[in-house]
């Protein structure tokens, strides 16, 4: 990561296109002049926070005498928690590291992120530059518990044996106040997320109503099967998408999905005892249930 980046984390940069920079393309001023490495200028481009004059730009366009460029650097929440390399922890005994995931930071490498993501962080901070092994994972825009096991062996001993309950916010209101739903996602060819697929994979999914407006329900929710999208295609699927999901139509009232894992159990594998770590809703989803819940 660049060392302006750096200087300019959660803050927006301006430049105004001089005589001597007119003619240039985007791209070249953001590498050339301002020195972003390309990296840097993908993942940018990618959040939609490069702006020519007010309005977004691809990276091809050309800049005159008087126009202004503009970066927001604080769209970009996860490269703000990859600088600070210090996950919150929740727990951590000689097998498990508990963590708080926060929402916009991804959980695993991918084409997009091959080293900002939540592992990183946790390699950093056990200090190993092997690939730490998740119990589970989280979808970038969710936020709350991640379990990592410190070796294989624990990591194969507890892979079944974490039992997660998250709190979600859905659309509608449900008739009834606890249930089971039971369906097959799959995934259509040339569509982004999961759907109901005859042929798909089975999905056990649990809810209870914890609290309910006019238009939402808080739920609490917990899985038998880990399949993914599962909660998010799941309820919306019935009906329920989960506000900030624009993924699955959901409202976009909320910036980003609004599921959270709040609680992870198990029972130790050495002292046989049952533990339980609890994470409190994140600040975004208790503000949405102050404004939109009577």
């Not at 992120?113 to 690939?131: A, C, F, Q, R, W």
């Not at 309950?165 to 509608?172: D, K, L, N, S, T």
């Not at 739903?181 to 259509?188: D, M, P, Q, S």
Request: with cysteine.
């Amino acid at each position: 990561m660049s060392f302006l980046l750096r200087d300019y984390m959660n803050k927006q940069y301006t430049l105004t296109i001089t005589e001597q920079t007119e003619g240039e393309r985007v791209k070249d001023i953001l590498s050339g002049i301002i020195g972003l490495s390309r990296r840097d200028i993908s993942r940018l481009l990618h959040e939609r926070a490069i702006f020519l004059n007010e309005e977004t730009c691809p990276l091809s366009a050309v800049v005159h005498s008087g126009d202004v460029l503009k970066i927001d650097f604080t769209s970009i929440p996860y490269m703000y928690f990859l600088l600070i390399k210090t996950p919150e922890v929740l727990y951590e005994d000689e097998d498990l590291l508990i963590v708080n995931k926060p929402f916009g930071l991804p959980s695993h490498a991918s084409k997009e992120h091959p080293d900002d993501h939540m592992g990183t962080i946790v390699s950093h901070y056990l200090k190993t530059k092997e690939n730490v092994r998740t119990i589970g994972r989280l979808d970038k825009d969710a936020s709350g518990i991640m379990v990592y096991a410190k070796n294989k062996q624990v990591s194969v001993y507890y892979q079944e044996k974490m039992h997660k309950e998250y709190m979600a916010i859905a659309e509608g209101r449900f008739d009834q106040k606890q249930g089971t739903i039971t369906y097959a996602l799959g995934k259509a060819k040339g569509k982004r997320g999961s759907s109901f697929q005859d042929d798909g994979k089975e999905c056990i999914t649990h809810y209870e109503v914890m609290r309910e407006s006019s238009a939402y329900t808080l739920l609490k929710v917990w899985i038998d099967t880990g399949r993914k999208h599962q909660i998010r295609a799941g309820f919306a699927g019935f009906h329920h998408p989960l506000a900030g999901d624009r993924l699955y139509q959901g409202s976009p009232l909320m910036e980003r999905v609004a599921l959270h894992c709040s609680s992870v159990s198990w029972i130790d594998r050495k002292t046989k005892e049952k533990k339980t770590i609890q994470c409190e809703l994140p600040e975004d989803m208790q503000k949405f249930i102050n404004a939109y819940f009577e």
